[in-house]
Every structure is written in structure tokens, then in C-alpha cells.
């Protein structure tokens, strides 16, 4: 089966701008989570998305925003970029959620989002 | 808040020798301990977890130990080999809305 699809792979933007990205889940799965990932600071958690719906939510500005579509799509949103989000964007998949027991979570392949 | 710590942040081991990375964790609800492997470039992936209960988990040259009352979970990698090399995030689930609280990770260097 296809895997966790992240568009686009790369981007750069200029200080001030907004950006969105997708991230299109395994088939079946409802869950989405989104984390950002920057050198020696690991897998910072940003927002779960199930069934449409925002379930949690990280420590992270209101600058950085997401929704799930119908389909279990899913869209994170930053605006007024700021350098220090320049990153490594991952989303995860999973059946109902990270957290569950037997629940594996499938990350894609993210997007590497540099900010200048 | 609930976090989970990771040690060390780098370990580096001849080829052939374990290694071994250790994780604590802060919320004695949690009842579900991944670990995953992120290769240089690549996504990171699932190679084994545990649940609570159950005391060890292996999986070839992988396994896992978890010990509640203390509250801590470790990974254990014998006779590694070059594609060891990775950095290895262990995660522990938040009892109260079932998401992941992840270490900061471990680089692991196997020398040739």
C-alpha cells in the first residue's frame, strides 16, 4: 500500500511570508500528527488531527495552524515566517492515533522548509 | 509537564559490540514505549515497542526492557553492524489524551 506522501519535499521562503503544507495519510488511517524536527532537537510535537477534527495540540505559537480534510488529508499552515522555523517537517499517520497501543505511527518523508 | 529523557544523546561503539540507550519517562500511566530509527536522511521507523505489560521484548539483534517501578525503558542492540548507525527516538505514551512524548534521541556511531 502507499505510504505517508508529504508535498512539497522542499521549499524556501522569505521572513514574513506563510506556507502550508500537505500531507496526504496512509489509506484508511484518520489520525495525522505533524511534528517539526531541527539538529539536536528531536521530534517537537505540533498538532493531531483526527476525523477532522484537532484532537491535541503542542507548545507552538498560534502562527502554526493545520486542518484535515474528509478524506483524512491533512494541511499545516505558517504565517508571518520567522528564520527559526527553518525545518524539518514531518507528519505521521497512524490508524487512531500515536499514542494506542499496536498503533504505529508511518511518518512521510517531510518537508524541509528553509526560511531567509 | 510529562517528558521523557533520553540518554546518552550520542553513543558510539565498535562494530560488533552492544549498545545499549535508555529512556526515562515521567507519567506512571503510560502503558505503551516505542522506539524508532531515523537513518541519515530518512524518516524515522518504527523497529520495536512494548507495552506494560510485558517486561521484554526482542526482536533478532534488538530487544527491549522495561522496568515501571523505576520508570524507565531501554533499548539493547547486540552485534551491531554499520547499518546500526542511526539516531534512535524512544517515545512513552500520555495516558491522558494517548499521544507520544519523545526523547531528544540518541546518535548511534558504530565504528568499523
Known amino acids: 500500500k502507499a505510504g505517508v506522501t508529504q508535498t512539497p519535499r522542499y521549499l524556501i521562503k522569505t521572513r514574513g511570508q506563510q506556507v502550508t503544507l500537505s500531507c496526504s495519510p496512509i489509506?484508511?488511517?484518520?489520525?495525522v500528527s505533524w511534528y517539526q524536527q531541527t539538529p539536536g532537537q528531536g521530534l517537537q510535537f505540533l498538532f493531531e488531527?483526527?476525523?477532522?477534527?484537532?484532537?491535541n495540540k503542542g507548545n507552538f505559537p498560534g502562527r502554526f495552524s493545520g486542518r484535515q480534510f474528509s478524506n483524512s488529508r491533512s494541511e499545516m499552515n505558517v504565517s508571518t515566517l520567522e528564520l527559526g522555523d527553518s525545518a524539518l517537517y514531518l507528519c505521521?499517520?497512524?490508524?487512531?492515533?500515536?499514542?494506542?497501543?499496536?498503533?504505529?505511527?508511518?511518518f512521510g518523508q517531510g518537508t524541509r522548509l528553509t526560511v531567509v | 509537564g510529562e517528558n521523557v529523557e533520553q540518554h546518552p544523546s550520542t553513543l558510539s561503539v565498535q562494530e560488533g559490540d552492544s549498545a545499549v540507550i535508555k529512556c526515562t519517562y515521567s507519567?506512571?500511566?503510560?502503558?505503551?514505549f516505542p522506539w524508532y530509527k531515523q537513518e541519515l536522511g530518512k524518516r524515522p521507523q518504527l523497529i520495536i515497542d512494548?507495552?506494560?505489560n510485558v517486561g521484554e521484548k526482542k526482536d533478532q539483534r534488538i530487544a527491549v526492557t522495561l522496568n515501571k517501578t523505576a520508570k524507565h525503558f531501554s533499548l539493547h542492540i547486540t552485534e551491531t553492524q554499520p547499518e546500526d548507525s542511526a539516531v534512535y527516538f524512544c517515545?512513552?505514551?500520555?495516558?491522558?489524551?494517548?499521544?507520544?512524548?519523545w526523547g531528544a534521541g540518541t546518535k548511534l556511531i558504530i565504528k568499523p
Open positions: 505521521a499517520s497512524s490508524l487512531v492515533g500515536t499514542g494506542y497501543g499496536n498503533t504505529e505511527a508511518f
Open positions: 489509506s484508511g488511517h484518520r489520525s
Open positions: 488531527y483526527f476525523s477532522e477534527t484537532q484532537r
Open positions: 507519567d506512571s500511566a503510560s502503558n505503551y
Open positions: 512494548i507495552r506494560s
Open positions: 517515545a512513552a505514551s500520555m495516558n491522558s489524551n494517548y499521544q507520544l512524548i
